[in-house]
DNA sequence: GAATTATATTCGCATTGACGCATGCATTGT
DNA sequence: ACAATGCATGCGTCAATGCGAATATAATTC
């Protein structure tokens, strides 16, 4: 309920203003990210990302669908062409940060190897991510 | 290289997050813009203009000059090219927007015809306007 | 139905932000 | 020096935000 309040410029950037948000934005890039990754390779607090997840919820920039227990969100795009192209640029932006590199290091890594994530045991992978870009790790 | 400690992503966005904020931003666009005309064609206290001024000359967004008793300020381009362009979608998307355009509007008209506005009495032009665009107004 | 797992929400607290009001500071003009 | 002008800043107040800790909710498993 109350899910889809009407797109707000001034919400859509503070839902930006914010490392841990962009983190997560990072993440899940063009794909759906089920939470007990990003708490995982974020190190940090579960009612933390929990949190700023419904916050990038309520700005309209991400969507949230439940799959047994695991809920997945993904990013959608905004009702505006300027929004949407604003966001697009900058996940583009984040790709060229350090933590957001090695963010994304780490999801590759938890995903072609889940057995050294203690928390990650059995937990839904990536739609969009094969073994076949598992390359160097064991 | 280039890592220029005084800008910072969170602000940079948390800059933008604010309507009146951006109104700023929008009248400044391509120029430099006195501070009186803000309070005069926002129609808002003074020192709620400076605030805001301030918070954006935070961010590294925006650069102030003096010139005599006025203030002039500009938008400043980040020192990531990421964040550049980010910042020129944002003010290409803010000129679909209504307000926005009403804004500049007055602007222009304020330009053209500063007898009407009696704070204005005296104040500089922004220096790319020249009254050539100043059709309709008398 | 009870326990377990994955995630969301509530609570208390500290920090930040936005605002109005008054005042301070810098520059110009007399 | 004094007053006037244009702008910035300090203060008090209130709302919003971020956090950790605890608790609640939903789906699954026993």
Same mark, same amino acid.
């Given at each position: 309920?109350?899910?889809?309040?009407?797109?707000?410029?001034?919400?859509?950037?503070?839902?930006?203003?914010?490392?841990?948000?962009?983190?997560?934005?990072?993440?899940?890039?063009?794909?759906?990210?089920?939470?007990?990754?990003?708490?995982?390779?974020?190190?940090?607090?579960?009612?933390?990302?929990?949190?700023?997840?419904?916050?990038?919820?309520?700005?309209?920039?991400?969507?949230?669908?439940?799959?047994?227990?695991?809920?997945?969100?993904?990013?959608?795009?905004?009702?505006?062409?300027?929004?949407?192209?604003?966001?697009?640029?900058?996940?583009?932006?984040?790709?060229? =940060?350090?933590?957001?590199?090695?963010?994304?290091?780490?999801?590759?890594?938890?995903?072609?190897?889940?057995?050294?994530?203690?928390?990650?045991?059995?937990?839904?992978?990536?739609?969009?991510? =094969?073994?076949?870009?598992?390359?160097?790790?064991?």
């Amino acid at each position: 309920m109350a899910r889809n309040a009407s797109f707000n410029i001034e919400r859509f950037f503070q839902a930006l203003g914010d490392m841990t948000r962009l983190r997560l934005l990072n993440l899940m890039g063009e794909q759906e990210i089920c939470v007990c990754y990003f708490t995982e390779i974020l190190a940090q607090p579960q009612p933390k990302i929990s949190r700023h997840l419904a916050y990038l919820r309520s700005a309209g920039v991400v969507a949230a669908r439940r799959e047994g227990r695991w809920m997945h969100y993904r990013i959608v795009m905004p009702p505006h062409v300027g929004a949407t192209q604003i966001l697009l640029q900058t996940l583009a932006w984040l790709k060229e =940060d350090r933590v957001m590199q090695t963010d994304r290091a780490r999801l590759t890594k938890a995903c072609c190897s889940p057995a050294k994530f203690v928390a990650l045991q059995g937990a839904p992978l990536p739609a969009s991510i =094969d073994p076949s870009t598992c390359s160097t790790s064991r």
